[in-house]
């Protein structure tokens, strides 16, 4: 018979990024096993090791190939998932590393970006039944066809999760070089606050928007309820718990719970384009086909049947896009096409926002009253983020924090 709790425990690239990072690692697993709880770990790609053949790859082809550069990038977490095996029955446990594939992530053919479809447990509970520890490489899985895909960047916390949900475990741990989530960047904000825990829809709005987990592990857990917490691989130190919203507590917890930014910021515009229907389908259309993913976007209707249409994407998709938007451009008449690289985004958000009055005009202000320029808005229920030049991201994050008094709890 199972023991009561299972927990699935993530370690990210920088708590696994040595052999003494990797023993140390094994020495937190046996613990929690010798505790009581049954462990399946995923582990992220050694330290820099996913960025460094994404690079080699570029070395020696361009733009590589999809399907062998997900094939490629797999690798990296098959070493650190082996080493860590070893190193767990080197402390005297059994253990077992698998593949994405041995472990039954089944995901759709978007290389690079792939959705996981199923996860087939067996050969998972078939291993703990024998009582081993298993870890299983993150951030891949393997098509219909057996061609083994990877989920995006940063995609172990999304193996993590989706593991812990059809193990149908306590909770999904993941463990990382920050003690949990805070209320800023800690780095650039000095009164920054560590929270105790954060609803799964404020967590994915943060992690969106700059909060460096992979949004779709948030999705995740929401969807299928599981509890993330978020802890530190160095420390003891208490972590984050991501879960469920707490309803009744809503109406008196409007506020804002943290403050975001992301510098991977490019905007792109086309510059007086005949105003008339089927223009942005014409535009977008293109861009979502080849998986780029478009975040605000603006238009103004000029007076003279011209406008500007202006909208933001990732700057590391930038050049791809331009390829796609010049002959589009040309196609609609557009008299230009121009970018900007320079750009950043900064967001509040919280619970329960729309509803409360005041919270727009007050970031405005205090953005204002700090001569920042804000070059575009947008919101949802519970979020709303300015565009801002990127040589003030770091200014802006530290007034709103103010101006919204994160720093008091
Ligand atoms: N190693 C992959 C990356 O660096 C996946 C991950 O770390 O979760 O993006
Ligand atoms: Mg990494």
């Known amino acids: 018979m199972r023991p009561m709790e299972l927990v699935v425990q993530k370690y990210g690239g920088s708590s696994v990024a040595n052999a003494d990072l990797i023993r140390n690692v094994a020495q937190r697993i046996c613990q929690t096993s010798k505790g009581g709880a049954q462990v399946v770990a995923v582990v992220s790609a050694m330290g820099d090791t996913t960025e460094d053949l994404i690079a080699l790859a570029k070395k020696v082809a361009g733009s590589p190939d999809v399907r062998e550069l997900d094939l490629l990038l797999s690798t990296g977490e098959l070493v650190s998932s082996t080493l860590l095996a070893m190193a767990i029955r080197s402390l005297g446990h059994e253990a077992i590393s698998l593949s994405g594939f041995q472990a039954g992530i089944r995901t759709d053919s978007r290389y690079g970006k792939a959705r996981i479809s199923a996860v087939e447990t067996e050969r998972i509970k078939e291993e703990m039944d024998k009582g081993r520890l298993v870890v299983v490489a993150g951030f891949q899985g393997i098509t219909e066809d057996m061609d083994v895909t990877t989920l995006g960047r940063g995609g172990s916390d999304t193996t993590a999760v989706a593991l812990a949900a059809a193990l149908e475990a306590q909770r999904c741990e993941i463990y990382t070089d920050v003690d949990g989530i805070y209320t800023a960047d800690p780095q650039v904000v000095p009164g920054a606050r560590k929270l105790e825990r954060i609803d799964y829809e404020e967590m994915l709005e943060l992690a969106s928007y700059g909060a460096k987990m992979h949004p779709r592990s948030i999705e995740l857990g929401s969807v299928y309820n599981v509890p993330i917490y978020v802890a530190s691989s160095f420390s003891e130190t208490s972590g984050t718990l991501i879960e469920k919203g707490i309803a009744s507590a809503m109406e008196q917890r409007v506020k804002v719970t943290g403050i975001p930014y992301d510098r991977n910021v490019a905007r792109i515009t086309l510059r007086r384009v005949p105003d008339h229907p089927g223009i942005a389908a014409a535009l977008f259309e293109p861009l979502s086909n080849e998986g780029i993913s478009v975040d605000t976007i603006v238009q103004n209707s000029g007076s003279d049947k011209l406008t500007d249409l202006s909208f933001t994407l990732a700057r590391t998709e930038l050049e791809r896009a331009l390829e796609i938007v010049a002959p589009v451009a040309e196609s609609v008449g557009a008299e230009e096409v121009t970018s900007d690289a320079t750009l950043s ?41 300015c565009i801002v030049p990127e040589s003030v991201v770091h200014e802006a994050t530290r007034v709103l924090h103010d101006a919204f008094e994160l720093d008091q709890g």
Do not use: C, D, W
Not at 353 to 359: D, I, L, R, T, V
């Open 345 to 385: 985004k900064v967001s509040i958000i919280g619970s329960g926002m729309q509803h409360a009055p005041g919270y727009a005009s007050r970031m405005f202000r205090a953005l204002a009253e700090n001569n920042i320029n804000i070059e575009m808005i947008t919101t949802s229920e519970i979020r709303i983020t």
